[in-house]
């Protein structure tokens, strides 16, 4: 396996079958969680953006050997739409000075949810970048999606702390 099918394939998880999206999206979950566990939201924030660079670099390498503009088989964007997603759960809880441990997992499985629903669904902004050329369609439609997800994930984190908790 190449270096560019491998970041691309995110470790060869975009080779399962069916739905490859959506296990990339549940794998991205555990080394989340860990970089928030061993740096807080910083550490995710860096390696996020790390794999951001890493996955436009290997999308444009895979998209051109593969001879398809958007092959099931590149997880990495949703890794990387994943993690944006996790971003204000794992804000929340450094902010808060609450222990990297602690895994609030409705909050994780919201943003789960949420961002396969935006990237399957493809709203608006989304769908706008779904249709630019690779790897910038590739990779943005993930990115706006992941954002869209963190939004929702906010909000119900908001009124779940705010309203229903008092």
Same mark, same amino acid.
């Given at each position: 396996?190449?270096? &560019?099918?491998?970041? =691309? ?9 069916? &739905?490859?999206?959506?296990?990339? =999206?549940?794998?991205? *979950?555990? +080394? ?9 939201? +910083? ?14 670099? &290997?999308?444009? *390498? ?9 092959? =099931?088989?590149?997880? *990495? ?14 804000? %929340? ?6 222990? +990297?441990?602690?895994?609030?997992? @409705? /909050? ?14 493809? @709203?608006?902004?989304? %769908? ?6 690779? +790897? ?18 906010? *909000?119900?984190?908001?009124? =779940?702390?705010?309203?229903?908790? /008092?």
């Amino acid at each position: 396996m190449t270096p &560019a099918r491998f970041v =691309s394939t995110v470790c060869g998880t975009g080779l399962l079958r069916p &739905a490859p999206g959506t296990w990339g =999206s549940l794998v991205a *979950i555990p +080394p989340a969680w860990l970089l928030h566990w061993l740096g807080g939201f +910083p550490l995710l924030f860096v390696a996020t953006l790390g794999a951001l660079v890493a996955g436009w670099w &290997a999308t444009r *390498i895979q998209v051109v050997v593969l001879d398809d503009p958007d092959p =099931s088989e590149i997880v *990495i964007d949703e890794l990387v739409g994943m993690w944006i997603a996790l971003w204000p759960l794992s804000a %929340g809880l450094w902010f808060a000075g609450v222990a +990297p441990h602690v895994f609030p997992y @409705p /909050g994780w499985i919201g943003g789960f949810l949420m961002f396969r629903l935006f990237d399957i669904w493809k @709203p608006g902004p989304v %769908g706008w970048a779904d249709r630019r050329p690779a +790897p910038t369609g590739v990779m943005l439609d993930d990115v706006i999606a992941g954002m869209m997800a963190a939004a929702v994930v906010s *909000i119900a984190a908001f009124v =779940s702390h705010t309203w229903l908790m /008092g």
